[in-house]
């Protein structure tokens, strides 16, 4: 194919909607890896297909519609319960094809295609909250504060894709007949078919993490097939495109599901960056405090932010105030 004609717009868009070849998925991260501006250029044409459809008329009616078609009326029950409930008038997607068990707070988006194929369901977490899903295959989900699931219509019967920003625990369950399950995000795809793994790839971080508990994936990466093995976490640079692996301890990177904060090894840096996230507050480390020093943290209940930080000033030399959502931690 000459670069000349190919229509990078249109591989684009098969590529948010799950339906490009791994072929056309190299020749598409190859143009967007050439240059900033195409990567703009790509985040452009996302942010269009994203909003390409017509605003739902009456979103309260569809959403009765879609109860009926997934006939969860009884879990429905309990989402209504949670503390905060947003059903937005927005562009992005719909047929829900599996059962949704949801705590805290979310956004559901609506995109109507021309038929329920096409059409595709994203859930959306609230920072300092997160919820859980099973879809239609049995795959259980957890989705960690500020991410987002998004998968189609046909999920199970022609795919089990689905796309994430932000971090999620998934618990996939293994087809009969061995249907990979893919999990897409902005830089490389993971392809599994039986595991249980944690992925954390937000948008803003400089490194996306994928930690294998359970069974074995494959990262789809540029055309590249790199495998991992339980107890090793795939690290991403995702400024450099460097791949680092290294073994850990894999359940702390379930910890989170279960309200749990356990790292072995974390900077003071990256935890504030999971605390903000965790508890939706802002922050503020002063920069005479080291940053980048590696330390241990294991904190076993549902503690407060003041709880979490009266706990690390025991063990680092540090010492915290709080504003309304901000927090201002400076040396001793």
């Given at each position: 194919?000459?670069?000349?004609?190919i229509d990078?717009?249109?591989l684009?868009?098969?590529?948010f909607?799950g339906?490009?070849?791994?072929?056309e998925?190299?020749?598409?991260?190859?143009?967007?890896?050439?240059?900033?501006?195409?990567?703009?250029?790509?985040?452009?044409?996302?942010m269009?297909?994203?909003?390409s459809?017509?605003?739902?008329?009456?979103?309260?009616?569809?959403?009765s519609?879609?109860?009926?078609?997934?006939?969860?009326?009884?879990?429905?029950?309990?989402?209504f319960?949670?503390?905060?409930?947003?059903?937005?008038?927005?562009?992005a997607?719909?047929a829900?094809?599996g059962?949704?068990?949801?705590?805290?707070?979310?956004?559901?988006?609506?995109?109507?295609g021309?038929?329920t194929?096409?059409?595709?369901?994203?859930?959306?977490?609230?920072?300092?909250?997160?919820?859980?899903l099973?879809?239609?295959?049995?795959?259980?989900?957890?989705?960690?504060a500020?991410s987002t699931?998004?998968?189609?219509?046909d999920?199970?019967?022609?795919?089990?894709?689905?796309?994430?920003?932000?971090?999620?625990?998934?618990?996939?369950?293994?087809?009969?007949?061995?249907?990979?399950f893919?999990?897409?995000?902005d830089?490389?795809?993971?392809?599994?078919?039986?595991?249980?793994?944690?992925?954390?790839?937000?948008p803003?971080?400089?490194?996306?993490k994928?930690t294998?508990?359970?069974?074995?994936?494959?990262?789809?990466?540029?055309?590249r097939?790199i495998p991992?093995?339980?107890?090793e976490m795939?690290?991403?640079?995702?400024?450099?495109g460097?791949?680092?692996?290294?073994?850990?301890?894999?359940?702390?990177?379930?910890?989170?599901?279960?309200?749990r904060?356990?790292?072995d090894?974390?900077?003071?840096?990256?935890?504030?960056?999971?605390?903000?996230?965790k508890?939706d507050?802002?922050?503020?480390?002063?920069?005479s405090?080291e940053?980048?020093a590696?330390?241990?943290?294991?904190l076993?209940?549902?503690?407060?932010?003041?709880?979490?930080?009266?706990?690390?000033?025991?063990?680092?030399?540090?010492?915290?105030e709080?504003?309304?959502?901000?927090?201002?931690?400076?040396k001793?």
């Amino acid at each position: 194919m000459e670069e000349s004609k190919i229509d990078y717009h249109q591989l684009a868009r098969k590529y948010f909607e799950g339906s490009i070849a791994p072929s056309e998925e190299e020749i598409l991260f190859q143009f967007v890896n050439a240059s900033s501006g195409n990567e703009d250029s790509f985040r452009k044409w996302e942010m269009e297909w994203m909003f390409s459809a017509k605003l739902m008329p009456e979103v309260s009616r569809e959403w009765s519609r879609l109860q009926n078609r997934i006939r969860i009326r009884q879990a429905m029950g309990e989402m209504f319960r949670s503390k905060r409930i947003r059903l937005r008038r927005v562009v992005a997607a719909a047929a829900i094809s599996g059962l949704l068990v949801l705590g805290g707070a979310y956004g559901i988006y609506l995109h109507q295609g021309k038929d329920t194929a096409h059409n595709l369901f994203a859930l959306e977490t609230d920072y300092g909250e997160k919820s859980k899903l099973t879809l239609a295959d049995g795959t259980v989900v957890w989705l960690n504060a500020g991410s987002t699931l998004r998968y189609s219509g046909d999920f199970n019967t022609r795919n089990r894709e689905v796309l994430l920003s932000g971090e999620a625990y998934f618990e996939v369950t293994k087809q009969p007949d061995g249907a990979p399950f893919t999990v897409k995000m902005d830089r490389y795809s993971i392809l599994v078919k039986g595991t249980k793994f944690n992925v954390s790839s937000y948008p803003e971080d400089r490194v996306d993490k994928t930690t294998l508990l359970e069974g074995s994936i494959d990262i789809l990466y540029k055309g590249r097939h790199i495998p991992v093995e339980p107890g090793e976490m795939l690290s991403l640079d995702k400024r450099h495109g460097v791949f680092t692996k290294q073994q850990v301890q894999p359940s702390q990177y379930k910890s989170w599901t279960e309200g749990r904060v356990e790292y072995d090894k974390i900077t003071l840096a990256e935890l504030a960056v999971r605390l903000s996230r965790k508890y939706d507050v802002r922050i503020h480390l002063d920069d005479s405090l080291e940053k980048e020093a590696s330390f241990h943290v294991s904190l076993r209940n549902e503690e407060t932010i003041g709880d979490i930080f009266k706990a690390l000033s025991e063990i680092l030399p540090i010492r915290y105030e709080r504003i309304g959502r901000d927090v201002y931690v400076r040396k001793q």
